[in-house]
């Protein structure tokens, strides 16, 4: 019985949460913005990803 209860509380609970990410919240989700910041971001971890790359490595010894 109580397994039962508890398992019908955690049903109701876990379906209410997608109704809750529905809402509305006020802002527009189809509002026009810059994505040049995000870009930017990534564009920069891209870079910084290959030049850890192709660094030469320092115990290399190619001689």
Known sequence: MRRRLLMTIFAVLLSAMPVMAQSDSG?????????????????????????????????ANLK
Not at 31 to 50: D, T
């Open 27 to 59: 802002d527009s989700a189809f509002k026009e913005k810059s994505v040049a910041k995000e870009w930017a971001i990534g564009a920069v971890f891209l870079v910084g990803c290959l030049v850890v790359a192709f660094k030469p490595a320092k115990r």
